[in-house]
Nanobody, 115 residues
């Protein structure tokens, strides 16, 4: 089993920054990449950013140039640095990983961008 715990969400004004963290624990030796998804009620969960075990990254077009995903060398913590936040970034952000074909999700952290 793998456990994921997110932190760092909150209320921020447009143009501001937040950094989300996700700590992985449990049987993390064989986990693959880690990523961040977000979901607004009534909409599908969407990929925000992902980093592979080899360090390659990919981002949703809507966040390119504003968000940066990074991972510790021990690969048990992943961060999402979010800059130039917009009201449309308001969402619940979920950490994700997978291991042997099984998906693991955190409980989510709420990010609200509002003046």
């Amino acid at each position: 089993q793998v456990q994921l715990v997110e932190s760092g969400g909150g209320l921020v004004q447009p143009g501001g920054s937040l950094r989300l963290s996700c700590a992985a624990s449990g049987d993390i030796v064989s986990i693959n990449g880690m990523g961040w998804f977000r979901q607004v009620p009534g909409q599908q969960r969407e990929l925000v950013a992902r980093i592979t075990s080899g360090g390659s990254t990919n981002y949703a077009d809507s966040v390119k140039g504003r968000f940066t995903i990074a991972r510790t060398s021990t690969k048990n913590t992943v961060y999402l640095q979010m800059n130039s936040l917009k009201p449309e970034d308001t969402s619940v952000y979920y950490c994700h990983t997978d291991r042997w074909g099984v998906d693991y999700w955190g409980k989510g952290t709420l990010v609200t961008v509002s003046s």
